[in-house]
């Protein structure tokens, strides 16, 4: 079986632009979760869905981030405008319990 | 509210080693707890975890960890590290209130570190 499927694995953009990470559950998981992670703050939620519902995004740092989960089998994250402090790795995970999977990351550097 | 201490950040032994990962909860039940391991560069993997009856776990790669609900406490152990077990690894306890939902609430993580 396929796991969390992220992309893109490696993002390099400059500030200011517009920037869309995508992730696909593992098939039948009905939760789904982004966590960003950094040296200084460590691995931090940021939103999480419940049948394509968001339940809490508490997480979100501020408002040029947002997420959507259109339907059971895809996510965007995006970030509009980026900055540098944004740069850190994006993790998305799934489950269909109590047990999350994680993908692999996608790692963003803002210039 | 649930919470999640790994008091070592950074922990360093010989190859060949035990090894014992101190992780301690705060949880008003019977909690959902979980050790995952992150190599570098990698994601997440889940090495164990417990719901519930034995107390003493198996999982994968020659780990274990114990349940001590008297001690609010989820220690991983790995009798004989190898090198390759050098990675940062993350204990997490199941939020009660999104059981449902699979939200886990993360400690800070250990990184191990293996001297040959």
């Known amino acids: 079986d396929a796991g969390v499927i992220q992309s893109p694995r490696h993002e390099v953009t400059e500030m200011g632009q517009e920037v869309t990470l995508r992730c696909k559950p593992i098939?039948?998981?009905?939760?789904l979760f982004w966590y960003r992670q950094t040296m200084m703050r460590g691995l931090e939620l940021l939103i999480y869905?419940?049948?394509?519902?968001?339940?809490?995004d508490s997480g979100m740092p501020e408002d040029r981030f947002s997420a959507k989960m259109p339907n059971a089998s895809f996510s965007t994250l995006k970030i509009q405008p980026s900055e540098p402090r944004d740069s850190a790795v994006y993790f998305c995970?799934?489950?269909?319990?109590?047990?999350?999977?994680f993908g692999p990351g996608t790692r963003l550097t803002v210039l | 509210a649930q919470s999640v201490t790994q008091p070592d950040i950074h922990i360093t032994v010989s190859e060949g080693a035990s090894l014992e990962l101190r992780c301690n909860y705060s949880?008003?039940?019977?909690?959902?707890l979980f050790w995952y391991v992150q190599s570098p560069g990698q994601g997440l993997q889940l090495l164990l975890k417990?719901?519930?009856?034995?107390?003493l776990v198996q999982g994968i790669k020659g780990f274990e960890a114990e349940f001590k609900r008297s001690q609010s406490s989820f220690n991983l152990r790995k009798p004989s590290v190898h090198w390759s077990d050098a990675a940062e690894y993350f204990c997490?306890?199941?939020?009660?209130?999104?059981?449902?939902?699979?939200?886990?609430?993360f400690g800070q993580g250990t990184t191990l570190q293996v001297k040959p």
């Open positions: 995970a799934s489950s269909s319990g109590q047990t999350q999977y």
């Open positions: 997490a306890v199941g939020a009660s209130y999104s059981s449902n939902t699979g939200k886990l609430i």
């Open positions: 949880y008003g039940a019977t909690p959902y």
């Open positions: 869905f419940n049948n394509n519902v968001p339940i809490d």
């Open positions: 417990y719901f519930s009856g034995d107390t």
């Open positions: 098939s039948g998981h009905n939760s």
